[in-house]
């Protein structure tokens, strides 16, 4: 059984930065895909980014170019650094690895983007 950690979630400003993270434990993280969501209340959790086990990427059009996802496999560990951040970005962040067709899921940690 594997137990995803997220921090680093936090409070700022727009265009200010912030860089989350999620650590696993139980088990290694590889080499399973992992990704971040978002939901941001009143709405559906929504696809923020991905990463496979070779580092191949995928990103949601509204956070393309701003926010880079990253995997450190020795470090059992994934990060999303997040830059230019916008008021529209304030949610839950959640971390999920896949295992075939399970997800396992973290608990979250909230982004606030004040104007």
């Known amino acids: 059984q594997i137990q995803l950690i997220e921090s680093g979630g936090g409070l700022v400003q727009a265009g200010d930065s912030l860089r989350l993270t999620c650590a696993a434990s139980?088990?290694?993280?590889?080499?399973?895909?992992v990704g971040w969501f978002r939901q941001a209340p009143g709405k559906e959790r929504e696809f923020v980014a991905r990463v496979v086990w070779s580092g191949e990427t995928t990103y949601a059009d509204v956070v393309k170019d701003r926010f880079t996802i990253f995997r450190d496999n020795a470090k059992n560990t994934v990060y999303l650094q997040m830059n230019s951040l916008k008021p529209e970005d304030t949610a839950v962040y959640y971390c999920?690895?896949?295992?075939?067709?399970?997800?396992?899921w973290g608990q979250g940690t909230q982004v606030t983007v004040s104007s």
């Open positions: 139980g088990r290694a993280m590889s080499p399973y895909p």
């Open positions: 999920s690895l896949e295992q075939d067709t399970y997800f396992y």
